[in-house]
């Protein structure tokens, strides 16, 4: 697929901002953004210099690449609603199997960036991993040529392998985010800046690329000090909060060296 194509985007939030930016500045031509909201889609083709619309009935349909980048729940009710057309049509999700294009498209596949994405923060796009996958091989191939442009990481992934790696990218991502929003959460309770964190978040992250994750582990509930366990756990009076430290607890405890004995 050349970089003549004309693609147009359906969604308008922090994934279609970003893979929409990626293949502008990979040579793409964005033809058209869509969005239910106006707002949002305006928006974004402003910063693509493209048209866009609100409403499913003047998407256009002589594109050769449509790029589904919305939410999982919306994405059936938004293909029975796009015109037929004899495009590529892909989505950007990590659970959704591909096969959710059947009967709505010849030409369908999926190109599932594996990165969070804020609209308002750059990213490198050449770092991020692009999963995809697509029915016909040839559209695969076309699939593999788009993101190659874009990524240095481009791998062929069926969609049973994807919902599992968006899976683990839930609990690497967005579960290890919520920690830090209650770590934060403590520290400002006794009047603190959340910045006193950030050296310690940072070098967890770094040691990975050097150690494995359960090498990497110290703390209390790796060494079983259950006195520092008891302490934390009386300090904590969200009892939300005293389940996740004492379920997270064990099982760090369970899954160490230290998994024969019990807390």
């Known amino acids: 697929m050349n970089r ?34 106006e707002t949002h ?20 349909s002589t594109a050769d690449l449509y790029v589904f980048a919305v ?16 495009g590529l049509w892909i989505h950007t999700a990590g659970s959704v199997p591909m096969d959710v294009f059947k009967g709505y498209a010849a030409h369908y596949g999926v190109l599932y960036p594996l990165q969070t994405f804020s609209k308002n923060r750059d ?33 062929t992934l069926s969609s049973e392998k994807r919902k599992f790696v968006h899976l683990a990218a839930v609990f690497a991502c967005n579960f290890s985010n919520h920690m830090y929003a209650l770590a934060g959460k403590l520290v400002r309770e ?13 070098e967890t992250a770094a040691k990975i690329h050097a150690l494995s994750p359960s090498d990497a582990q ?12 008891d302490r934390h756990l009386a300090l904590l009076s969200d009892p939300a909060m005293r389940e996740i430290y004492q379920l997270i607890s064990n099982h760090i405890y369970k899954t160490t060296k230290y998994e024969q004995h019990s807390l």
């Open 4 to 37: 003549d194509m004309k693609i147009v985007f359906i969604g308008s939030g922090n994934v279609a901002t970003h893979l929409s930016a990626a293949m502008q500045k990979a040579g793409y031509t964005v033809g058209q953004v869509y969005s239910r909201n």
């Open 41 to 60: 889609a305006r928006t974004l083709a402003g910063r693509l210099h493209c048209d866009w619309t609100a409403k499913t009935g003047e998407i256009i």
């Open 71 to 86: 939410k999982d729940g919306a994405l059936p009710e938004l293909l029975a609603q796009t015109p037929v057309n004899n």
């Open 123 to 155: 990213t490198d796009f050449r770092r991020v991993p692009c999963l995809i996958e697509a029915l016909l091989p040839e559209d695969e191939t076309r699939l593999h040529e788009i993101a190659a442009r874009l990524s240095d990481h481009v791998q």
């Open 190 to 202: 006794q009047g603190l800046s959340t910045d006193i964190l950030l050296p310690l978040i940072d």
């Open 218 to 229: 110290t703390g209390p509930a790796v060494r079983g000090d259950r006195q520092i366990l």
